[in-house]
């Protein structure tokens, strides 16, 4: 009993020695270099937007943010390695919208929960999205495509970054509202999706703009129409889908910053204050904004409530449309 009671205050008096040790680690972060974890291939439009923003980010705080591209399964594979990293801050991830909230909607069994295995630290930018077609095809709108489509169901192939993934649903909604079937072909990530309908191996996809707004401005693929409310400043000459034949069809996403679930507070308010700082540097806001990107920030609570709220929205649409994960 006695060795028991002199552990228990051993033990006891140990406590308070954690806590300084902890407080101080956080006060110092960060005091490495951090990775942050792109679950999607580089040159996509989040790998972009990732780069841009990171790298005013480790400037202001003094260590270098690498970006890691790991991808596969639509982002399940690198979304699950950043769930399992240890909630340090050293380890972040960049995501866009998808992988928190429309895959989840299409897996039948998930390796992680895009609520509870994640601790969201900033809404960074939307991605401005469009309906792209090779210069070869010829479809040069919506109206085009829609009309071909309905001539020939089925026919008509088009290319994603993979099952689930936000190419896919773009183009899944765009044909579940026109009425028309198209073929889906997936690729590993949306840069060589992209590629291949420059190269006029596929017809026709739906990318985010700072993928392909190199492409497009080069001369090598044609962009027919944006799922916006207005046409883009960036690309006067493309009309809306909504004006030039599916009336109503709007699209976006979203590139975010997350930690590992469990990432102390005071590590995540220093995260989304560098974010946040990052954004509103002028240069910043201009390279993102030219590359189709409307740079925006959140509290982690925002973040959180638009990632349930998504998430409720795209189980209700992937039903309502039929979409499956092939």
Same mark, same amino acid.
């Given at each position: 009993m006695l060795k028991l009671l002199r552990l228990l205050s051993t033990a006891i008096l140990c406590v308070p020695l954690v806590a300084p040790v902890v407080a101080q680690a956080q006060s110092d972060y960060p005091n490495r270099s951090i990775r942050m974890i792109v679950p999607l291939a580089a040159a996509s439009a989040v790998d972009v937007a990732a780069r841009i923003v990171t790298q005013k980010m480790s400037a202001n705080m003094g260590q270098q943010i690498i970006i890691l591209n790991q991808v596969g399964a639509s982002g399940v594979i690198g979304a699950g390695q950043l769930a399992r990293a240890a909630p340090d801050g050293y380890t972040i991830g960049?995501? +866009?919208?998808?992988? #928190?909230?429309? *895959? %989840?909607?299409?897996?039948?069994?998930?390796?992680?929960?895009?609520?509870?295995?994640?601790?969201? *630290?900033?809404? *960074?930018?939307?991605? $401005?999205? /469009? #309906?792209?077609? &090779? +210069?070869? &095809? %010829? @479809?040069? !709108?919506?109206?085009?495509?829609?009309?071909? =489509?309905? =001539?020939?169901?089925? $026919?008509? +192939?088009?290319? !994603? !970054?993979? &099952? /689930? !993934?936000?190419?896919?649903?773009?183009?899944?909604?765009?044909? &579940?509202?026109?009425?028309?079937? #198209?073929?889906?072909?997936? @690729?590993?990530?949306?840069?060589?999706?992209?590629?291949?309908?420059?190269? +006029?191996?596929? %017809?026709?996809?739906?990318? /985010? #703009? =700072?993928?392909?707004?190199?492409? *497009?401005?080069? /001369?090598q693929m044609r962009l027919i129409g944006v799922p916006t409310t207005q046409k883009l400043v960036q690309f006067p000459d493309a009309p809306t889908i909504a004006s030039s034949g599916l009336p109503g069809f709007l699209f976006n996403s979203w590139f975010v910053i997350e930690a590992p679930a469990g990432t102390p507070r005071p590590i995540i308010d220093r995260l989304n204050a560098e974010a946040k700082r990052a954004i509103a540097d002028p240069e910043v806001k201009q390279r993102l904004y030219d590359q189709g990107l409307s740079p925006l920030g959140s509290s982690p609570e925002e973040l959180a409530q638009m990632t349930r709220d998504q998430l409720a929205k795209y189980a209700r649409l992937v039903k309502e449309a039929g979409i499956t994960a092939e």
């Open positions: 960049g995501f +866009n919208d998808a992988i #928190l909230t429309m *895959v %989840p909607n299409l897996q039948a069994k998930m390796p992680w929960d895009p609520i509870k295995d994640f601790a969201p *630290v900033s809404l *960074v930018a939307t991605v $401005e999205w /469009g #309906l792209i077609a &090779s +210069n070869q &095809s %010829p @479809y040069k !709108s919506a109206a085009d495509l829609i009309a071909a =489509a309905r =001539a020939h169901p089925g $026919e008509i +192939n088009y290319a !994603s !970054s993979g &099952s /689930g !993934s936000p190419q896919h649903i773009a183009m899944a909604l765009f044909a &579940s509202q026109a009425g028309i079937q #198209l073929t889906h072909v997936p @690729y590993r990530g949306a840069t060589q999706a992209a590629m291949d309908v420059a190269a +006029n191996q596929i %017809p026709v996809g739906f990318q /985010g #703009l =700072a993928t392909v707004a190199s492409l *497009v401005r080069d /001369g």
